[in-house]
């Protein structure tokens, strides 16, 4: 166990150096420009008021580190102070209009999200070890700290690597429980679910199932019973005697959970606003317009599709890992007899999010389903036992494990456009999918960069994220989505994915399509989301 540790930490450490040195490279997320200066706000005045379709925990987290900066805040502009705060026009003014180091507020505001997927990773190492043994926490290990999907997301002030972190802690301590049937695992998987409740709404998909564990794990090794003959009243009257404690404790369990959880969630609101968790809840799409058209391979549909996120799982999942869950069920079903009760405690909260979150939540991104990945990593990691006892299976898990990692390092830093081979790569992205699974406005500084090293001094730019391309020295006319439809001007135009995509969306209205990728040679692209052309 000693060596799989130092393995497993410099596993942690290449997952830790993968982000923060990307991170660096990018400007903010959409999101972020409202939950950086939100999670600010929410220390500095314990006013709540500003994004509250989502729960404070990660926001409070990013905004932690900014109270040390003392950055500049205008709290009489009417962005803050007025009857209705804007968050994003607070979030914009926040970073680039103030004197503000917007650079800087980002990397510091990040680093604890990053820290947390470092935790994240501990986690599935640690279960996965304690399962199935060391070299299998090792191989899950591998997997994750190799994932585009959650390096892509760790690296951002956005909700969903906590509630992925504090999910996988919870099911991690409820699995414990159900094995010791003590008080100090129970404790720590309510204040785990609490702190996921915190982190965002998606969370209580999954309450009802951490709840039913606690109801129906046996409280430590079942105590014998004497067993009398049949018809006899003081046998019966000695075998229900011996279960109403058994059933008293599920209920004092169940108790505690959900006290403990409601605490967190309440702390999480610094004590304020018992009611300001149902209202944020309520209001939890309210920055989504009805009419708006999502994106799926080449097609725009309003409400989306039942299939979306299976769709989206199947192009951006490493094949590796793929593989690996193949693999992993062939082995469950042959063991399943002893191992199955283990493996519905991984996949049922799994299969449950996923289908609740493919029925209830907007087609925007696989980020909505990443709390499945450390649970199909841990699921996934028997193979890391079971096959590396011959030195084919040991190839077979050896050559995932490299796979996985080239994979992560052939995309860096673009990790946010990752597809896998089958898909057809990164480069064909653009095809299938869209939003935070290729542009979410990330690479306007490094456009910036590019720009200046070209010697450009003059561009058309159509961006639809809340970025502000003076920041980053860019000399813009700015232009509109539906300018694309005409044919273009002289000069040199700088079009984010999102724009060339949305200049396609009047096809699925009845419209003429145009599609600037098919019609126009790019010059340049700038990571996965900026093409450059020159007319």
Known sequence: MPAARRVAAALLAAFLVQCVLSMRLLNATYDEHSHLAAGFTYWKTGDFRLNPQHPPLAKLLGGLPLLFLSPEVRWTHKSWAGATPDEWDFGARFLYAWGNDADRLLFWGRLPIVLLGVLM??????????????????????????????????????????????????????????????????????????????????????????????????????????????????????????????????????????????????????????????????????????????????????????????????????VPVMLAMVAAAVVAWRSRTTTMIDDVLLLAPAAVFFILTSALAHNLGLRYVLPVFPLVFVFASRLGESLTRHRLGLAFVAALALWQAGGALRIYPDYFAYFNEVSGGPRNGYRLLDDSNLDWGQDLKRLGEYLKEQNVTDVRLCYNSQGHPPYYGIKAQRILTPQLRYDPEPGLYAIAIHCLLRARAPASMGGTEVDWLARYEPVGRVGYSFYLFRF
């Open 121 to 318: 990773g501990v986690y599935v190492f640690r279960w996965s070890a304690e399962r199935f043994g060391p070299r299998a926490g090792v191989f899950a290990l591998a997997l994750y700290a190799f994932c585009p999907n959650v390096i892509a997301h760790a690296r951002f002030v956005t909700m969903d690597v906590p509630v992925s972190a504090f999910l996988t802690m919870t099911f991690y301590y409820l699995w414990r429980y159900r094995r010791e049937g003590t008080r100090r695992p129970l404790l720590l998987a309510a204040l785990s679910l609490g702190l996921a409740l915190a982190s965002k709404f998606s969370a209580v998909l999954l309450l009802p199932v951490a709840l039913a564990l606690v109801v129906l794990t046996p409280q430590g090794p079942a105590a014998p019973v004497e067993e009398k003959p049949a018809g006899k009243s003081k046998g019966k009257g000695r075998k229900k005697a011996a279960a109403e404690p058994a059933r008293l404790s599920r209920v004092a369990a169940l108790v505690a959970m959900i006290a403990v959880s409601a605490a967190v969630v309440w702390a999480s609101y610094l004590f304020t606003d018992p009611g300001a968790y149902w209202r944020g809840l309520v209001a939890v799409h309210r920055d989504h317009r009805p009419d708006h058209f999502f994106y799926l391979m080449g097609e725009f549909k309003q409400g989306g599709w039942w299939y979306y996120f299976l769709a989206a799982f199947l192009f951006k999942t490493p």
